[in-house]
């Protein structure tokens, strides 16, 4: 609970109980919107299932304005939210590295691990690549080390970058989301595979 | 009528969010926006204003924190006195927003002005300076002689 | 579908009043105004010229002075081991870089009452509980430290070890500047505070 936490001292066994809690919040929600089959993952790729992007993109968008009126209602400090840093290179490469993995295996780190605790085999598989791929990441860093830190542009939100208020920039986001949402679901009906229903 | 019932879950919502934020933005009895922003009359001085300056405001209201009486005395109709510890008491908060002129703090010690003035200012008041009896703002009016006999130590 | 037009709607006209707000991305004071205020009144948030010399005479590490003046005036006058943040400065940048280690005693000091008490007040309203200042600010340090007076043989014990506190920190004091600029640089770049960064993250 970092922000939170840091200012009311939180001893650290309340902590790492509420890191559990949410943690479990979050694999119950991805385990009963069905990520935990590879199809669904695979189908945004695809386009025959959009529900990833809908899932993911709403949660985005209602802690997004969930944050931005916490913050105004003086309950959460904002500037004690951890930014992640911004590698240009690191960031794209990164990237594609990860997609590819994505489609071929049908899962991505946070869902591999939800259809791992339901016992799936190839999530197992899935695990142990992944953390071969860390594995080598460490081995192999002082020959990457210069890739990986490159372009270093620091923790930027994109409202400070373009420029606008970060109310602003929600209110686009959310606009944004509406049509993306909208799109995918004309795509669904374009690309629907009639061999593969939509519930799993 | 019938769109409105349809809608009434939604329109719901929104209202109740609506007069939450209203009710922050209007009631903000705390601290307000941008710190660094309402700091800003604190550089170089701009706040600090001489006694030989007072009669050359209009409206001029003096918030009077020290021990001594002698402000009041000079300026009797337009001084209240005021306790440090009570400064952020609704009447005197009241009183403070209604002048027209500039609200002028006086303490015995520039210290408690100055801390005063940082606090009022962040609750948004604005107009507020602070008495001082120097002319000169954050000057060291003391010399310094280098000793260049004794052998420098690194500590 | 229903529902998901009526979460739509609501995600939207949430959208629309957060972009009508005047919120900016800068720090405004956590602190309720009353508990500032009584804060900011105890007289538990300074520290005496002489608590500040005999800290810097025992080289205590809880301790981080912070001088408000400009760079001129810090490289030609400082208090050994303190660190320049020019007021300015310190009123745009966000205090956690620097202020975010509770176990550091921040104390501000400035020529006089004004710069440092700003600070002060500036600082513990944005929640940093571990800010406090040097009272009278250099004029008292010189007034009281380096001005100290043997003043005869017949003063109590601790008339005795304030006037000895005294003397040791007015000489580290003159030591420290009145050296070359080059060596002044080298003992302050030794005392940099390193810029504390958020922590967080997947790492």
């Not at chain 1, 930027?156 to 989301?177: R, W």
Request: with cysteine; hydrophobic share 45%.
């Amino acid at each position: 609970m970092g922000p939170l936490s840091s200012y009311l001292l939180f001893p650290e066994w309340l902590d790492l109980l509420i890191a559990f809690m949410i943690g479990t919040g979050f694999g119950f929600a991805l385990e009963q919107a069905g990520f935990s089959s590879s199809r669904k993952l695979a189908g945004m790729f695809y386009g025959y299932d959009t529900t990833v992007l809908k899932v993911f993109f709403t949660a985005a968008i209602v802690a997004l304005i969930g944050s931005q009126f916490l913050n105004y209602f003086g309950l959460l400090n904002l500037n004690q939210v951890y930014v992640n840093e911004f590698y240009t290179g690191a960031a794209i490469i990164g990237g594609v590295i990860m997609g590819a993995g994505f489609i071929m295996g049908g899962f991505c780190p946070g869902t591999g691990l939800c259809a791992l605790s339901i016992g799936k085999i190839d999530a197992f598989v899935f695990a142990a690549g992944g953390l071969t791929g860390a594995f080598l990441f460490a081995e192999t860093y002082p020959a990457i080390q210069d890739l990986a830190n490159s372009n270093y542009k620091g923790a930027v939100k994109i409202n400070e970058s373009l420029g606008m208020s970060p109310g602003l920039f929600t209110l686009l986001l959310v606009v944004a989301a509406a049509l993306m949402f909208w799109v995918a679901e004309i795509a669904e009906k374009r690309f629907a595979r009639p061999e593969i229903t939509n519930e799993l | 009528m019938d769109a409105l019932k349809k809608y009434r879950f939604v329109s719901g919502v929104f209202l109740i969010l609506l007069t939450a934020v209203l009710y922050r933005s209007f009631t903000h009895s705390g601290f307000r926006y941008d710190a660094p922003r309402l700091a800003g009359q604190s550089f170089q001085g701009s706040n600090i204003i001489t006694e030989e300056q007072i009669p050359g405001f209009q409206d001029a209201l003096i918030i009077d924190m020290s021990n001594s009486e002698v402000l009041k005395d000079r300026y009797s109709e337009i001084t209240l006195k005021v306790r440090p510890d009570s400064i952020l008491d609704k009447k005197n908060i009241r009183r403070m927003l209604k002048n027209k002129g500039p609200v002028i703090l006086v303490s015995s010690e520039n210290t408690i002005s100055a801390r005063i003035w940082m606090l009022l200012s962040q609750k948004g008041l604005k107009n507020i300076f602070i008495l001082s009896e120097e002319k000169d703002f954050e000057v060291l009016k003391n010399k310094f002689r280098t000793d260049t006999l004794s052998i420098p130590e690194l500590i | 579908m229903e529902m998901r037009k009526k979460i739509t709607i609501i995600l939207l006209l949430s959208g629309l009043i957060l972009a009508l707000l005047p919120l900016s991305a800068n720090r405004s004071f956590l602190i309720k105004p009353e508990k500032l205020l009584s804060d900011v009144l105890n007289s538990d948030v300074a520290l005496t010229v002489d608590q500040v010399a005999k800290l810097i005479v025992n080289e205590d590490s809880t301790i981080r002075l912070i001088d408000l003046r400009s760079p001129e005036e810090f490289s030609s006058l400082s208090i050994p081991g303190s660190v320049n943040v020019p007021y300015s400065d310190l009123i745009s940048s966000d205090l956690y870089i620097f202020m975010n280690d509770r176990n550091i005693r921040n104390i501000f000091y400035s020529n006089t009452a004004f710069y440092s008490n700003y600070a002060l007040v500036y600082a513990r309203g944005l929640g940093y509980k571990n800010s406090f200042v040097m009272e009278g600010g250099l004029s008292e340090w010189f007034n009281t430290v380096m001005e100290s007076k043997f003043t005869g043989e017949r003063i109590s014990a601790r008339e005795n070890a304030l006037y000895e506190t005294r003397t040791k920190a007015a000489q580290l004091f003159t030591q420290f500047n009145s050296m070359p600029d080059s060596l002044k640089a080298v003992f302050m770049a030794a005392n940099k505070f390193s810029a504390k960064k958020l922590d967080g993250g997947c790492e």
